[in-house]
């Protein structure tokens, strides 16, 4: 009966899916914005949606254009990036099913801000403002209540950049102290702890070339070097973007003999010109579930700090050995 119901909204071209509209109501649904919604209003907002399949790469929308739609990821993983310059784009945040992107365009008739791109084969939902627009003039209170909810997406949207701006500031801070580089671990780890809650314990380790091992620089007592040939270390170097495991049961390798009674780890390879130099782990001995991307991008941009740390101090320790050999001459 209520499916009957729904399908009254549904728009009827000759080629209409009635498995696939289904479906569509059952991912608004699942999509923060839209729950509490009635059956017959998901069913109106449904019609609107429209299916955008983008293979890996692709752009969805380019920062400067204009703004005229918002989007679900229904499946795949979509990136959103800021141009630096010419030569550099930041990653800002990366979208997995569920999430919503592009609401700006609601609030504002203004160019979009970032470039949004799929880094997997993704399937997204869509909407154009003139019929969201045309939706909220049909019913105003459920209109202002997903408008609502999506001001406040982008409120924690901006609350999660300027909590990573501050990390990465006092990250910085850190490494201009002139410390060593154990001592600038430490302190990045529990500045970590700090701006991740749901992290409960941490762990660096970072490759020493003399004994050809990874050394826990900062970690829980008793934690053990890692040979160059443990899965963790080619887990880390095959995701530079960094890892998100919720369970870590999943993983492919045992966890528990490095990161010390993990239930949900967040991993990034520390990176310099595609050579692993160490990797930063986070996790949460208590729960599963307990990070997600935005967690991941953070750990990412510290890792990427660290990685220009651990070189230059090299190169200063290189120099130093240097100027000793050309005195003792």
């Known amino acids: 009966m209520i499916r009957n119901r729904l399908l009254r909204f549904a728009r009827n071209d000759g080629n209409f899916d ?31 949606f429209k299916e955008a399949r983008f293979a890996a ?14 989007y679900i990821v229904e499946a795949g993983e979509v990136g959103i990036s800021k141009r630096i310059d010419a030569q550099r ?13 592009g609401e700006m365009a609601f609030f504002a008739a203004s160019p979009r801000t970032a470039t949004a791109t799929a880094r997997t084969g993704t399937v997204l939902l869509t909407i154009g ?23 406040q997406v982008s409120m ?18 850190i490494i201009a102290s002139g410390q060593t580089l154990a001592g600038i671990i430490r302190a990045v780890q529990d500045e970590l702890l ?6 409960d314990s941490g762990a660096t380790f970072i490759y020493n070339e ?9 970690a829980p007592e008793g934690t053990a070097e890692i040979p160059p040939s443990a899965p963790i270390i080619a887990s880390a170097a095959s995701e530079p973007s960094g890892i998100v495991a919720n369970d870590t049961s999943a993983l492919p390798f045992a966890p528990e003999k490095f990161l010390s009674g993990a239930r949900s780890v967040l991993i990034s390879p520390v990176l310099k010109s595609s050579r692993l130099l160490g990797f930063i782990a986070v996790w949460n001995s208590k729960i599963t579930g307990a990070f997600n ?3 991941r991008l953070l750990l990412s941009a510290v890792a990427g700090q660290i990685a220009e740390a651990v070189e230059n101090i090299k190169h200063q320790e290189e120099e130093r050995n240097r100027m000793r050999l050309k005195t003792g001459k």
């Open 156 to 173: 924690d949207r901006l609350e999660q950049t300027s909590r990573e701006l501050v990390t990465v500031y006092r990250t910085g801070t």
């Open 194 to 199: 700090f701006a991740i809650p749901r992290a």
């Open 18 to 48: 009635t498995k696939k509209f289904m479906e569509k109501i059952e991912i608004l649904k699942s999509v923060f914005v839209f729950q509490g919604l009635d059956e017959s209003l998901l069913g109106q907002l449904a019609a609107q």
């Open 210 to 218: 003399f004994n050809d091992e990874y050394e826990p620089l900062a």
């Open 129 to 151: 403002r003139e019929d969201f627009m045309g939706f909220i003039v049909r019913a105003p209170d459920a209109g202002i209540r997903i408008l609502s909810g999506l001001l």
């Open 89 to 101: 784009e930041k990653l800002l945040a990366a979208m997995g099913p569920g999430s919503v992107f």
């Open 57 to 70: 790469g692709k752009i969805i929308f380019a920062e400067g254009a204009a703004a005229d739609a918002f």
């Open 293 to 295: 991307n935005s967690h």
